[in-house]
């Protein structure tokens, strides 16, 4: 009797509900505003945000009213009166503020690349926090596979390092984009060693920005592909407490803890993230393959009861200890078990710590002017201890060969060897990084036009300090006993320290003229670069055997121009210079030159009801593509190449769409990325994706096509929602062959579901499928040999807000 009573009041509780759906638009584009906040004003500290689309909704009763508030930065604060009645979603206008932004609107204005998603031409990607909270993945790739034109390897199954290009550019652990924390720089050296073993935890994340085109001049130091800034939990403008506890398959657990207060002149906020996984590789002999990572994120904030002024102090760590290796499968292997693991590569860790500084001072001298200073400074090291080579030989060679008769590889899985057969090398690396950059910003009127100016610098320097040894281990047993343990410092390349220090400096402005907005900018940057190798001086007691060093002046322009068809529908173009620094150099004969290239790009945005479309053409023409021999990606010389004229164009498409069958709102997105990449001229290369080139080669790991699609339904109290993910397949070696086994890996077809119960206004359970039909593709041939994605996963959690 007490449960059919539950479930006749959960049937009349349903009846009675409805839900209002609004749309949040710039008044004078038509435009959708990302992230306005919309605060029911007779519910105390009840509201949502709007989504990339500006799309908004909430619950209520029946022929209920409601008076809500929307804010946005930038825009004037508006409130209306809505009815659950009404039978048409409304969409909602807001009028460009001319009340001058407040010290902690500028910060968060200065956190993300683009507050205001029109400002600048170019394309702009928003993962929104209404999304982050959809899947609430903690893998990177799984978050910013929805976004046209990033290009994904993925290596581990869980984003620990990822591999992300844009529009082309290299993936090779993302060292040709500008990877941000809360729009400052937190790759663990950009500029003397870009390949980023390091990457902020993204389950920790409120949202997530990309930008590609000429929108991304002004971040330095690469300008061809794109910029990705990683948007970390915000100081909450009430007292709140919110968190996550999941547990899953493959010995998955996430638990997650943020709290945090303001008042008038004070803020504070502490958060921890914590997640760890078994793996689901199968270790031969058994043994952990999964990972454990621990982050701790502090934010205190100060500011004037006037308008004046505001410091904020920002502290996070991470502490990561992952069971992974470089060692990958044949191909026999992999169509037997692409789960399994050799028992070689038993010892192989990663042990990696992060720790991060920052502190922001703004001003805001005038109503029309606010100048905003960060200090960071960024530590980060990390000891990957895995198998090198086997009976001399590289893994990579070994697995290349795909002969499984041969000695060397059946050393791979063998219970017992001689003395001194396996090498695992201690790859161990200290990177530092600190600077102080600054922005000054200012709207003002000249001639009657509008104008919006931007300037600012940036003092930076990093170093990347290499001291490894290799210890040469047995088989006894199936364990791996080490017989002879390495020196620190010795053997070739062990021994050297890579520095790097840059002045950099950018100007914008936007102007408005009637219906075409143009924006002009360009970023100059003064770069020196030093590499310092002690060879068999492992104590560094006297100078430096090799010294190389090399500077750089460059100077990086770009225009962008928006012009206004109709309301809520725009065209854009913009061409600007992209460009990469090379590094110091692994050898003293090295004469590696930057990367260059002029890339172009033309769209038009579409936005009219619940409509949303965006189509952009690209159009990158390399005059001197750059390469880097790393592990990850090669044969690990850490030598780099330039790759001479290369041309990448492509096409990409994305649309969304909001539909509501009577009490039902269906969410729907769309998004497709179309390339073609090829080589413009002959060349020989030592590096192994590359070899020998002709012109029309196509590059490797630029899939031709990439889709993803997502579909909702929300009812009441439950969410679900499905998406799906492909990737055509991917040559893994330049040429023109045809696709096959040997040059190539698996298209990537996946959908995941997420289902959602809102128990109570402060707690959500929801359960997940990962890979829901257990699709089985190798993702990659490299570091050495085939890797799987991950297999279907089920995972269950509870989320609490109060």
């Known amino acids: 009797m007490y449960r059919l009573s539950i479930l006749l009041i959960g049937i009349i509780q349903l009846l009675n509900a409805d839900v209002f759906v609004g749309k949040v638009v710039d008044s004078s584009t038509g435009m959708p505003i990302v992230e306005a906040n919309i605060q029911l004003k007779h519910k105390d500290n009840e509201g949502t945000v709007t989504n990339h689309s500006g799309i908004f909704s909430f619950s209520g009763n029946k022929g209920d009213s409601a008076l809500i508030e929307i804010t946005a930065i930038g825009y004037a604060d508006l409130e209306k009166m809505v009815f659950l009645s009404e039978s048409r979603t409304m969409i909602i206008q807001l009028e460009q503020s001319a009340i001058k932004l407040s010290p902690i609107n500028v910060l968060a204005d200065r956190s993300r690349i683009g507050q205001k998603f029109y400002r600048i031409p170019g394309s702009l990607s928003i993962v929104s926090k209404n999304e982050v909270l959809e899947f609430r993945d903690t893998d990177i790739n799984k978050v910013i596979s929805q976004v046209p034109g990033v290009y994904l390897q993925e290596e581990d199954g869980y984003g620990l390092r990822p591999n992300i290009g844009m529009r082309g550019s290299g993936l090779e652990r993302s060292s040709k984009i500008n990877m941000m924390e809360d729009g400052v720089l937190i790759s663990p050296a950009p500029y003397s060693s870009p390949a980023a073993y390091y990457s902020p935890t993204a389950g920790r994340m409120e949202s997530f920005e990309i930008r590609k085109g000429s929108s991304q001049v002004k971040y330095g130091p690469h300008s061809t592909g794109g910029a990705i800034n990683y948007i970390s939990a915000s100081i909450p403008k009430e007292l709140d407490f919110n968190g996550l506890f999941s547990i899953g398959e493959y010995g998955s657990q996430v638990a997650k803890i943020k709290s945090g207060m303001s008042s008038n002149n004070y803020g504070i906020m502490f958060q921890t993230h914590n997640e760890k996984a078994g793996g689901f590789k199968e270790l031969q002999g058994g043994g952990n393959t999964g990972y454990d990572k621990n982050d701790l994120l502090f934010k205190a904030r100060i500011n004037t009861s006037s308008d004046l002024a505001l410091l904020q102090l920002k502290l996070s760590s991470t502490d990561e200890i992952s069971n992974e290796t470089y060692l990958g499968l044949t191909r026999d292997d992999f169509d037997q078990n692409p789960f399994m693991r050799y028992r070689a590569s038993q010892k192989d860790k990663m042990d990696?710590?992060?720790?991060?500084?920052?502190?922001?001072?703004?001003?805001?001298p005038f109503e029309n002017l606010d100048i905003a200073s960060t200090f960071y400074d960024n530590h980060f090291h990390r000891n990957w201890y895995k198998l090198n080579k086997v009976n001399g030989h590289s893994i990579g060679s070994i697995l290349s060969n795909d002969n499984g008769t041969d000695s060397t590889y059946q050393l791979l899985s063998a219970n017992n060897s001689i003395d001194d057969i396996y090498n695992i090398k201690a790859n161990n690396r200290i990177y530092e990084s600190s600077g102080l950059q600054t922005i000054l910003r200012s709207n003002f009127k000249l001639f009657g036009k509008q104008n919006d100016l931007m300037f600012g610098f940036r003092i930076h320097s990093d170093s990347m300090n290499r001291f490894q040894k290799s210890d040469k281990y047995k088989m006894n047993g199936g364990d791996l006993i080490m017989t002879t343990e390495g020196i620190w410092g010795e053997g070739s390349k062990n021994n050297?320290?890579?520095?790097?220090?840059?002045?950099?400096?950018?100007?914008?402005?936007?102007?408005?003229?009637?219906?075409?907005?143009?924006?002009?900018?360009?970023?100059?940057?003064?770069?020196?670069?030093?590499?310092?190798?002690?060879?068999s001086d492992v104590n560094r007691d006297s100078t430096a055997s090799s010294i190389k060093k090399d500077k750089l002046k460059v100077f990086i322009p770009g225009i962008g121009l928006t012009y206004q068809l109709f309301k809520g529908i725009q065209i854009f173009t913009g061409i600007h210079k992209g460009f990469s620094p090379p590094g110091p150099g692994f050898d003293d004969e090295d004469e590696v030159l930057p990367e260059e290239s002029n890339n172009i790009e033309l769209g038009l945005r579409f936005n009219q009801g619940f409509h949303n479309a965006e189509l952009v053409t690209f159009y990158n023409d390399y005059k001197n593509l750059l390469g880097e021999d790393t592990e990850a990606a090669g044969s690990g010389t850490y030598a780099q190449f330039n790759g001479g004229k290369v041309l990448i164009n492509g096409i990409e498409l994305s649309y969304s769409n909001l539909f509501k069958i009577n009490k039902i709102l269906v969410p729907f997105s769309f998004s497709h990325t179309y390339t073609i990449a090829k080589f413009n001229n002959n060349f020989d290369s030592d590096f192994d994706p590359w070899g020998n080139v002709s012109i029309d080669d196509e590059l490797p790991y630029i899939p031709r096509n990439m889709a993803h699609a997502k579909i909702g339904m929300e009812m009441?109290?439950?969410?679900?929602?499905l998406r799906f993910k492909h990737i055509d397949k991917t040559r893994t070696i330049a040429g023109k062959e045809k696709l096959s086994e040997i040059n190539s890996i698996d298209a990537i077809n996946t959908v995941d579901i997420v289902s959602k119960y809102k128990i109570n206004k402060n707690i959500i359970f929801e359960i997940k499928f990962y890979n829901v039909t257990n699709s089985k593709s190798s993702v990659a041939n490299r570091p050495a040999g085939?890797?799987?994605?991950?297999?279907?996963?089920?995972?269950?959690?509870?989320?609490?807000?109060?």
């Open 716 to 721: 009441g109290k439950s969410q679900t929602y």
């Open 352 to 364: 990696a710590d992060h720790d991060q500084f920052s502190l922001t001072a703004i001003i805001k």
């Open 496 to 535: 050297r320290l890579y520095t790097a220090s840059a002045n950099s400096m950018f100007i914008e402005n936007e102007l408005k003229l009637n219906r075409t907005i143009i924006t002009i900018g360009s970023r100059m940057e003064s770069i020196f670069l030093e590499r310092k190798d002690w060879g």
């Open 786 to 802: 085939l890797r799987p994605n991950m297999p279907r996963q089920i995972i269950s959690s509870i989320s609490f807000d109060f």
